[in-house]
């Protein structure tokens, strides 16, 4: 199993960035997959997931109106599109199976300044 994240980068408060997980070693169709991001304390927090199909999504309070989670299972690929963001969304992107505590990418880092 295995993660390569990337779309992060420095923003400015209020600006979008698209972030996207590119995943293989395993039938990415047999999975909910899932986002979480680690803020600078250690904390983990999942922020959204999606269903195998696209059909259903799921999303943090803190995530809710702001962020689109998405997948693309012709390409092994989840995305998570984050508008409006915020300093407080400064923190590193992981996703994985939903559930799964191993395993992990090396993240995406995101900034937000104020």
């Known amino acids: 199993v295995h993660f390569v994240e990337s779309g992060g980068g420095l923003v400015q408060t209020g600006g979008s960035l698209r972030l996207s997980c590119l995943a293989s070693?395993?039938?990415?169709?047999?999975?909910?997959i899932s986002w979480y991001r680690e803020i600078p304390t250690g904390e983990r927090e999942m922020v959204a997931r999606v269903g195998k199909t696209n059909s259903s999504t799921r999303y943090s309070d803190s995530a809710k109106e702001r962020f689109t989670i998405s997948r693309d299972n012709t390409k092994n690929t989840a995305y998570l599109q984050m508008n409006s963001l915020k300093p407080e969304d400064t923190a590193i992107y992981y996703c994985?199976?939903?559930?799964?505590?191993?395993?992990w990418g090396q993240g995406t880092q995101v900034t937000v300044s104020s």
């Open positions: 994985n199976i939903l559930g799964r505590d191993e395993s």
């Open positions: 070693g395993f039938t990415f169709t047999d999975y909910v």
